[in-house]
T-cell receptor, first 112, second 111 residues
Framework: DAGVIQSPRHEVTEMGQEVTLRCKPI?????LFWYRQTMMRGLELLIY????????DSGMPEDRFSAKMPNASFSTLKIQPSEPRDSAVYFC??????????FGDGTRLSIL | SQQGEEDPQALSIQEGENATMNCSYK?????LQWYRQNSGRGLVHLIL?????REKHSGRLRVTLDTSKKSSSLLITASRAADTASYFC???????????FGKGTKLTVNP
């Protein structure tokens, strides 16, 4: 039973570049969540989808961040242009209604 | 906003001892969950306790919830080196799908 799959696991890029993080949720799960984890702010919810529809994006820091879920098995989080303060670990999680969230192992992003 | 706040921030114990971590939150909840995160990995769900429950057990884990004090505790009995991880509490915001996580307790179990 495959868990939530995130790619890449590590990304190092220069500021100003576009960054795309990818997530494949667990098959059959109908909600998907994007989080950001930093030492200073802990784990923050950025956006979540239900049945591929964005429900709450109030945690998205600014217009440089965008997320899409074109189908039930794929989601992307894009940062354009990237800045050093975007450096963090980004997690994707999915769940089925009434069940706990399952997390991927995250993408460690470093913006130089 | 950070609703759940864990205490202590870090805890170091010997194998075989019990570990107790506490969590406080601010608003009303439907349930409270505890997650574990090993270094470099994602969070793993441990246990969920509903607002009408006071105590719940799962293996070596015991969770209590006091809604009058807006607090919860996680007890790990007979700890093992493999329990070394960060532990987070998470609360639902008024019953929504959104979870709000605390900053976690870093537990080190020394062999």
């Amino acid at each position: 039973d495959a868990g939530v799959i995130q790619s890449p696991r590590h990304e190092v890029t220069e500021m100003g570049q576009e960054v795309t993080l990818r997530c494949k949720p667990i098959s059959g799960h109908n909600s998907l969540f994007w989080y950001r984890q930093t030492m200073m702010r802990g784990l923050e919810l950025l956006i979540y989808f239900n049945n591929n529809v964005p429900i709450d994006d109030s945690g998205m820091p600014e217009d440089r961040f965008s997320a899409k879920m074109p189908n039930a098995s794929f989601s992307t989080l894009k940062i354009q242009p990237s800045e050093p303060r975007d450096s963090a670990v980004y997690f994707c999680a999915s769940r089925r209604d009434g069940q706990p969230q399952h997390f991927g192992d995250g993408t460690r992003l470093s913006i130089l | 906003s950070q609703q759940g706040e864990e205490d202590p921030q870090a805890l170091s114990i010997q194998e075989g001892e019990n570990a107790t971590m506490n969590c406080s939150y601010k608003t009303s909840i439907n349930n409270l969950q505890w997650y574990r995160q090993n270094s470099g990995r994602g969070l793993v769900h441990l246990i969920l306790i509903r607002s009408n429950e006071r105590e719940k057990h799962s293996g070596r884990l015991r969770v209590t919830l006091d809604t009058s004090k807006k607090s919860s505790s996680l007890l790990i009995t007979a700890s093992r080196a493999a329990d070394t991880a960060s532990y987070f509490c998470a609360t639902d915001e008024g019953g929504s799908e959104k979870l709000v996580f605390g900053k976690g307790t870093k537990l080190t179990v020394n062999p």
